[in-house]
T-cell receptor
Framework: DAGVTQSPTHLIKTRGQHVTLRCSPISGHKSVSWYQQVLGQGPQFIFQYYEKEERGRGNFPDRFSARQFPNYSSELNVNALLLGDSALYLC??????????????FGPGTRLTVL | GEDVEQSLFLSVREGDSSVINCTYTDSSSTYLYWYKQEPGAGLQLLTYIFSNMDMKQDQRLTVLLNKKDKHLSLRIADTQTGDSAIYFCAERDRSSASKIIFGSGTRLSIRP
């Protein structure tokens, strides 16, 4: 069975540009969460979507947005890129909307470099 | 706000036990987790513990929870070279069930 897939694997952008990152959850999973992992730090929660609705949002500026499609895949969009947006962006899928035993399965991430 | 702290590095000899420690601030956390991240890979959930438990054992892994001191530890018995990775302690955010708060990670290296 395919795990969580993310595309692209690597991406280089320049300041001021925008970027779209994509995630396909495990089949049957309805929830997708996005995390930003800056080098040397732990992942920081950005968004969670469940059944196409936003269920949680982390402390990120409005330049960050996301959406979930009817097939439960998701896109993360970042506008007006800053150097500090350079990071590994991780997508995680789970069966339900949350709760301790609702295990999140992580994809390999998209490495974004902003020059 | 919630915060999770852990030491940055740990070096152990192959075959010895590794103990990775973590402290957290949210005393109402219901679930605490240990994740493993290998180079170029995503995060893998190793184990979790519910807050009403003191200990959980799963093969070579033992998790100890001290709620009074808000201290969580992960013990890996008979550490192998394949255990080299970054280990993240994490807690479920009490205000948003969808949010997991991660520590900065402990890099475990294995000496021959």
């Amino acid at each position: 069975d395919a795990g969580v897939t993310q595309s692209p694997t690597h991406l280089i952008k320049t300041r001021g540009q925008h970027v779209t990152l994509r995630c396909s959850p495990i089949s049957g999973h309805k929830s997708v969460s996005w995390y930003q992992q800056v080098l040397g730090q732990g992942p920081q929660f950005i968004f969670q979507y469940y059944e196409k609705e936003e269920r949680g949002r982390g402390n990120f500026p409005d330049r960050f947005s996301a959406r979930q499609f009817p097939n439960y895949s998701s896109e993360l969009n970042v506008n007006a890129l800053l150097l500090g947006d350079s990071a590994l962006y991780l997508c995680a899928s789970s069966l339900a909307s949350g709760g301790g035993r609702d295990e999140q399965f992580f994809g390999p991430g998209t490495r974004l470099t902003v020059l | 706000g919630e915060d999770v702290e852990q030491s940055l590095f740990l070096s152990v000899r192959e075959g010895d036990s590794s103990v990775i420690n973590c402290t957290y601030t949210d005393s109402s956390s219901t679930y605490l987790y240990w994740y493993k991240q290998e180079p170029g890979a995503g995060l893998q959930l190793l184990t979790y513990i519910f807050s009403n438990m003191d200990m959980k054992q799963d093969q070579r892994l033992t998790v100890l929870l001290n709620k009074k001191d808000k201290h969580l530890s992960l013990r890996i018995a008979d550490t192998q070279t394949g255990d080299s990775a970054i280990y993240f302690c994490a807690e479920r955010d009490r205000s948003s069930a969808s949010k997991i708060i991660f520590g900065s990670g402990t890099r475990l290296s294995i000496r021959p």
